[in-house]
T-cell receptor, first 115, second 113 residues
Framework: GAGVSQSPSNKVTEKGKDVELRCDPI?????LYWYRQSLGQGLEFLIY????????KSGLPSDRFSAERTGGSVSTLTIQRTQQEDSAVYLC?????????????FGPGTRLTVL | GQQVMQIPQYQHVQEGEDFTTYCNSS?????IQWYKQRPGGHPVFLIQ?????EVKKQKRLTFQFGEAKKNSSLHITATQTTDVGTYFC?????????????FGRGTQLTVWP
């Protein structure tokens, strides 16, 4: 596609439920990032996939959060047993090569609301 | 901990006034990027600086990378209401083989007409 796409655009769930958020990066981009952004706040790094290397998971806030990237393309961020503090916009970004010097292209985000 | 510090967190200016946001790192950066996020939108790439002391301009925006490659600034001359948004800097640590970008917390700019 022309850009990074994310689905769903909005997700409302009940506390304790599991959710899956999907990111389709730009075709050919080898690096993929997940960020979380609370209202009016900055970007909180979650996880970074770089080609075939082991992902950098250092930003995941708890073991309820996990992510995978299948076939070096689509990525899914899973949040288990959601809590109200998980409510935020989850942004995905991809870049052409696994170097920080390349432009990150962000998707529109998934707005997660945990009731 | 926070790898890249950015100040101020908020800035309110009258249209026509200048605006500057500053980015600082305790470690040398191999490069630094700037992004803009409009209200309700997602971050969009503005520019990348790589060389020590580099200065780049985009119309009313001037970007600088410090001589030591540890700090950077974005200056907007004569702000307009279209400049409203949050400006993020993001740097890659020098010598990093992973290439991960570290974002600052951003400066939220409000411009009053």
């Amino acid at each position: 596609g022309a850009g990074v796409s994310q689905s769903p655009s909005n997700k409302v769930t009940e506390k304790g439920k599991d959710v899956e958020l999907r990111c389709d990066p730009i075709s050919g981009h080898t690096a993929l990032y997940w960020y979380r952004q609370s209202l009016g706040q900055g970007l909180e790094f979650l996880i970074y996939f770089q080609g075939n290397s082991a992902p950098d998971k250092s930003g995941l806030p708890s073991d309820r959060f996990s992510a995978e990237r299948t076939g070096g393309s689509v990525s899914t961020l899973t949040i288990q047993r959601t809590q109200q503090e998980d409510s935020a916009v989850y942004l995905c970004a991809s870049s052409l090569v696994a170097k920080g010097g390349d432009t990150q292209y962000f998707g529109p985000g998934t707005r997660l609301t945990v009731l | 901990g926070q790898q890249v510090m950015q100040i101020p967190q908020y800035q309110h200016v009258q249209e026509g006034e200048d605006f500057t946001t500053y980015c600082n790192s305790s470690t040398t950066l191999s490069n630094i990027q700037w992004y803009k996020q409009r209200p309700g939108g997602h971050p969009v790439f503005l520019i990348q600086l790589v060389k020590s002391g580099e200065v780049k301009k985009q119309k009313r925006l001037t970007f600088q990378f410090g001589e030591a490659k540890k700090n950077s600034s974005l200056h907007i001359t004569a702000t307009q209401t279209t400049d409203v948004g949050t400006y993020f800097c993001a740097g890659v640590r020098g010598g990093s083989t992973l290439g991960r970008l570290y974002f600052g917390r951003g400066t939220q700019l409000t411009v009053w007409p």
